[in-house]
């Protein structure tokens, strides 16, 4: 770990920072959250059901047929609500398959098997929440009518949904992992190549491999080292976890880090959390909606 103490005192964390990185090249290295991925996706999901229970009102329209027009929304809803239940777990099956990337015939023999369940989840979802909607609207009872052609007429838009939604978080996933920029912006300042932290007054060039974790303390952070010692900086933990994300550290709760090469064992707990063993005995305990992240970095 090398020091500079000739750079002048200053309010740590801003983007005035020397951290080896132009604010804008930070700003374009950002992944997409998770959050705004299943915003998308309840946006298109929503769009596509409106769409079609109009089309399904003005199709029974021209042969003759009045239905109220609470049924064609209760059958495209309950078929967007139950997609959107699914789409975690396709998304959790896509990180698997990048963690562990099996051969061509093994991830289309996984993917063929998904689909069959997810089709036979979605399908069986549905039918559960008309039938609901249709008892709480004194409607009587709702038939869905369990036949090879129904089945396979749903099956068919299900695999088209599945691949949809399998595509979307593969290529988010691939974009969040794309190499830094390693150009520098014209209008920023060079520096040194390295892992810099301002200390107070000091200019820290660091090893990332020496950090063992990055916790979050107010409106600062802590970079916890394995030499014992530690640095408080001002800052986010989410702008430093964009800085970190990939030299392979992963957020295993909303106020820590750490470093995934140096974790010894992960050990879950009946709540779903976990803890995590670092190879320098320090056990940090991460959160059960952190794991999918982890599970990119750990086998």
């Known amino acids: 770990m090398l020091r500079d103490e000739s750079q002048r005192a200053g309010t740590s ?22 959050w705004t991925l299943y915003l998308l996706i309840a946006a298109g999901t929503a769009a596509t059901c409106a769409v079609n229970a109009f089309s399904t009102l003005h199709d029974f329209a021209r042969y003759g047929r ?11 809803a309950s078929s967007g609500i139950v997609i959107l239940a699914l789409a975690p777990l396709v998304r959790r099956l896509v990180l698997v398959s990048l963690a562990k990337p099996p051969g061509p015939a093994a991830l289309i023999a996984l993917h063929a098997a998904a689909v069959l369940a997810f089709s036979a989840l979605h399908v069986t979802g549905m039918i559960l929440l008309r039938k609901l909607g249709y008892w709480a609207a004194g409607a009587g009872d709702y038939s869905f009518g369990l036949s090879p052609g129904n089945l396979l007429y749903e099956l068919r ?17 691939l974009w969040a992992r794309r190499p830094m920029p390693h150009r520098i912006a014209a209008d920023a300042t060079p520096v040194a190549s390295g892992f810099w932290l301002r200390d107070g007054t000091i200019n820290l060039r660091l090893d990332p491999a020496e950090i063992v974790a ?8 802590e970079y916890c080292l394995d030499s014992g010692k530690r640095h408080l900086i001002r800052a986010t933990l989410q702008a430093e976890e964009e ?33 995590v063993e670092m190879d320098t005995g320090e056990s940090l305990v991460g959160s059960r909606r952190y794991r999918d992240g982890l599970s990119v970095f750990t086998p």
């Open 13 to 34: 964390g801003g983007e005035g920072v020397t951290n080896g990185e132009a604010p804008a090249l930070q700003r374009a290295a950002r992944g997409l959250p998770a």
């Open 66 to 76: 009045a239905v109220p027009f609470w049924q064609p929304v209760l059958w495209e």
């Open 157 to 173: 838009k299900d695999v088209l949904v599945y691949l949809l939604l399998a595509g979307l978080f593969w290529l988010a996933e």
């Open 214 to 221: 990055v916790i979050s303390a107010g409106n600062y952070v």
């Open 243 to 275: 800085r970190l994300r990939t030299l392979g550290f992963a957020r295993i709760h909303r106020t820590r880090l750490v470093n995934a090469a140096r974790i010894r064992r992960i050990a879950s707990r009946p709540s779903g959390d976990f803890d």
